[in-house]
């Protein structure tokens, strides 16, 4: 099969490369990279730690922070 003959975590640095070039991730992005990457489910939640929870907390808390100033 093709997934066999990439090396092993190259689809993720794809994916992670791809996204990095869409600009704001979202869900749905994440899961459109993990599709057309072929990508694991735990590629998949480091990608969305990576580009959903973890920046969306991020610009949570700056809110938060301007919130209480």
Request: aromatic letters at 8%.
């Amino acid at each position: 099969m093709l997934k066999s003959l990439i090396p092993e975590g190259e689809a993720l640095r794809r994916a992670f490369q791809w996204l990095a070039e869409q600009g704001h991730c979202t869900l749905a992005t994440v899961e459109q990279a993990s599709l057309r990457f072929d990508l694991t489910p735990c590629d998949e939640e480091f990608l969305l730690q990576q580009f959903v929870h973890h920046r969306g907390a991020a610009s949570n808390t700056s809110a938060e922070i301007e919130r209480v100033h």
